[in-house]
């Protein structure tokens, strides 16, 4: 078995994210913001992955676990927002939810 | 087992790069998919098996299957395919893309100087120690990650029903 420097597993968690971070910032629909958010979660998490396989400790895959967990209970209610925005001004745009009221 | 990982890590940027540039959202979908099944190939090839898997079930499975419902509750057809490729003019994404390359340029800096070459040896580390450390030390955080799981079924279900649309505004409550 061949081993990895550890470099090359945090550039590729380092791409991975700011792929997404450039998504967020760039995409004006809101479920392309929503996956590009998944894509950073997913990151993340990858970072922890790549960290925990260094020191060959199981600390790594549990913070991942965690991360999964944050991310599944993020895209529930982030779609069910979606579905209010989209029942209540007929668009997905992330810009025609800009104003606050009440 | 150093040729998977670089091999899948290849695919994972292309099709994460993808899904940030598609116009049609089920296309994104399918590339988020490929995305998704590659970085549990790059966690399988680091010895993290759990978490393969997990990555498959979890994030393949049941948060996609999410995405695909809401987008075939929203209808999005062909015009809002041209919609949005009017929202994805260069000057819209040129500024947020040069200051993320710029940022992604300082990680790599840092990360290619930051001290010696650590070498992930490929050392696997088995579900069993996983679950033992899930539910030892960290059995406290397992409880908050049911509670917040809890928090966002209710969360869902409270912002998903058609009652709590404004009065007047949208479609009578079924």
Known sequence: MTAIPMEHG????????????????????????????EIMLNAAGLAFVVAGAR?????????FFFILATAAAEVAVGLALVLQLYHRFHTVDADAASKMRG | MSYIFYISAAVAVVATLLVVTRTHAVHALLYLVV?????????ASLGAPLAAALEVIVYAGA??????FVVMMLNLGRHSVERERGWLAPSAWAGPTILCLILLGELFYVVACGGGAEVIEAAEVGPKEVGQALFGPYVLGVELAGMLLLAG??????????????????????
């Not at chain 2, 995305?35 to 966690?43: G, K, N």
């Not at chain 2, 948060?63 to 695909?68: A, S």
């Not at chain 2, 079924?153 to 079924?174: I, W």
């Open chain 2, 35 to 43: 995305s998704l099944l590659a970085v549990a190939m790059v966690f």
């Open chain 2, 153 to 174: 079924l209710v969360g869902a279900y409270h912002l998903g029903r058609r009652e709590a649309l404004g009065e007047g505004e949208g479609e009578a409550p079924q």
């Open chain 1, 10 to 37: 945090l550039a590729l968690a380092g791409v991975l994210f700011v792929l997404g971070l450039a998504g967020v910032l760039a995409r004006r629909n809101i479920v392309f913001i929503l996956m590009s958010i």
């Open chain 2, 63 to 68: 948060i996609i299957v999410l995405f695909v």
């Open chain 1, 55 to 63: 020191w060959a400790a199981a600390d790594g895959q549990v913070m």
